[in-house]
């Protein structure tokens, strides 16, 4: 994306993760929004609309399946890629990330080394 | 309680001695690697006490000094006990604390003075299964965690009579439902969640069943479906046709449904997905029992 800066909306309980999550892509210039539940991140998204959601598929309140699916059904996101970020096995991962119309997953632990560019490929700036 | 775990003193104190502030907090660092992510909130498991008879009393938190290694819950029925929300930290795990807590709430079930304790396993979760067989649970069933995201039946709906049923209609059926209930779809399980529907179906050859099911604002849960007459697959059909007919925007998520369910295929016609299995433990606490169901 070179110098481009992207708003990213992380939604992630575990503050580990997310502040791992945050120092990754904001060494890469990215902003970073993160909300730990999932009822103030649908809110968030609405009010930022974000070039990406990163979405934990385990919330506390709302879990992420039911999170993903609304978010799809607001006009306003319909557009905004929306990628799981998840500790499920692979399998179970991938068939709940297309099964509630997601972009992509990615398997939780993130690779330090490789998540912001596997983000940047979800992130389609015009 | 107490005792002595690899030369480190543990302390078991009741879980009613902390607020759900600290006991949410123990119970989602005991599951940061989880193998299925279960995070709660306060509220959250305000909520689950409440609604599965959780006794805080009985229910137990692993201490060591100041810092807490783990916790275990305890529901208590007429003559049954649910154990749920075992856990310790990553890093005191393998030194005895899981052994400890179990222990404890088979005291705090048998001073209950209850016949049976129940437990459910996440399938291939291997230490928790290898403790529980150790402490003497034995395996009763397989139960399946099921989700179906928000979208209306693709065909046209089979031919019933349709009859949707009040507070007193759905209290009738849960009484006497024939088929065996888990812990957390028992009918006080489910009377306590609350938000309940209820569908009757008659088809045109007589075959007849009913849909108990939990309706809130973003998922419909717990479902409870049962033939009374007929073809389960036949029965189920109209009855899950008609639920996400009259629901296609809201969430579906199902918890312990058994997996020789008859009306399992007829749920996977539907679009549900199996998220995770469990498996079903009792352990018997009085002599000459039968297995509760």
């Known amino acids: 994306l070179g110098a481009t800066i992207s708003k990213i909306l992380l939604i992630e309980d575990n503050q580990q993760n997310a502040l791992l999550i945050k120092r990754v892509l904001q060494a890469r210039k990215h902003q970073v929004i993160h909300t730990s539940e999932g009822e103030a991140g649908l809110a968030k998204a609405i009010e930022e609309l974000p070039d990406v959601i990163l979405i934990d598929l385990g919330l506390p309140d709302i879990d992420g399946q039911t999170l993903a699916g609304l978010m799809k059904r607001v006009p306003e996101l319909e557009h905004v890629p929306l990628v799981a970020v998840t500790a499920w096995p692979e399998d179970t991962a991938r068939e709940m990330a297309l099964a509630y119309g997601c972009d992509g997953y990615i398997s939780k632990p993130i690779n330090t080394r490789t998540f912001a560019d596997q983000i940047a490929a979800f992130i389609h700036k015009p | ?293």
């Open chain 2, 1 to 293: 309680m107490s005792g002595s775990v690899n030369d480190n003193r543990v302390d078991l104190l009741p879980a009613s001695a902390f607020s759900y502030e600290e006991l949410t907090e123990a119970y989602n660092h005991t599951r940061v690697d989880y193998m299925v992510p279960m995070p709660m909130n306060a509220a959250k498991l305000h909520e689950y006490v409440e609604c599965y008879d959780i006794d805080l009393d009985a229910s137990a938190v692993a201490i060591d000094g100041n810092e807490i290694l783990g916790l275990a819950m305890l529901g208590l029925r007429a003559g049954r006990a649910w154990m749920t929300r075992l856990g310790v930290i990553r890093s005191k795990r393998r030194h005895g604390t899981g052994w400890l807590l179990v222990t404890h709430l088979i005291e705090q079930a048998v001073q209950n003075k209850v016949d049976w304790m129940i437990i459910e396993v996440i399938k291939n979760n291997l230490p928790a299964h290898t403790l529980f067989t150790k402490k003497g649970f034995a395996p009763t069933r397989e139960l399946l965690v099921l989700r179906r995201p928000p979208h209306p039946p693709a065909d046209n709906p089979p031919p019933a009579q349709i009859q949707t049923l009040g507070w007193d209609g759905v209290h009738y059926l849960l009484k006497n439902r024939t088929s065996k209930p888990s812990w957390i779809d028992e009918p006080e399980s489910l009377l306590n969640a609350g938000n309940l529907s209820g569908i009757y179906a008659i088809l045109p050859d007589g075959s007849r069943g009913w849909l108990v099911y939990q309706n809130t604002v973003f998922q419909l849960g717990r479902l409870v479906i049962q033939t009374e007459v007929g073809d389960p697959q036949c029965v189920g059909r109209v009855l899950l046709h008609h639920l996400h007919s009259k629901h296609p925007v809201q969430d579906t998520k199902t918890e312990n449904f058994p997996l020789d369910d008859p009306h399992w295929p007829i749920f996977r016609e539907f679009g549900y997905i199996e998220t995770f299995h469990r498996i079903e433990m009792t352990l018997r606490l009085k002599p000459g029992l039968e297995p509760p169901g």
